[in-house]
């Protein structure tokens, strides 16, 4: 199991522990630079918690069987995408 797979394993089981560690990591990297690079901390700060958005809600879907309606995964566009009609 790679690094990249343990990862996903535990956004999808406490996301907001995650987040929590995600964010005292770019407090601390803030400190100990001086605030010199706050502003790519804080860009790399909101794509990792954006990332791990998506696959806690991805997990939540894959545990519940289904998404809640409106709600589509990446790539997916409903059924109209794949010629089909829309069921609503």
């Known amino acids: 199991m790679s690094m990249?797979?343990?990862?996903k394993g535990?956004?999808?089981k406490s996301p907001d522990k995650?987040?929590?560690?995600?964010?005292?990591?770019?407090?601390?990297a803030d400190q100990k630079t001086g605030g010199k690079y706050h502003d790519k901390i804080?860009?790399?700060t909101e794509q990792v918690r954006n990332?791990?958005?998506?696959q806690g809600s991805q997990s939540?879907?894959?545990q519940g069987g289904q998404q809640s309606p409106g709600q589509h995964g990446p790539d997916q566009r409903g059924?109209?995408?794949?010629?089909?009609q829309s069921r609503q």
């Open 60 to 62: 939540q879907g894959e």
């Open 4 to 7: 990249m797979d343990k990862l």
């Open 79 to 84: 059924d109209q995408s794949q010629g089909g």
């Open 10 to 12: 535990l956004v999808g």
């Open 18 to 28: 995650v987040k929590q560690g995600i964010d005292k990591a770019s407090t601390f």
């Open 42 to 44: 804080s860009k790399g």
């Open 51 to 54: 990332f791990v958005d998506k």
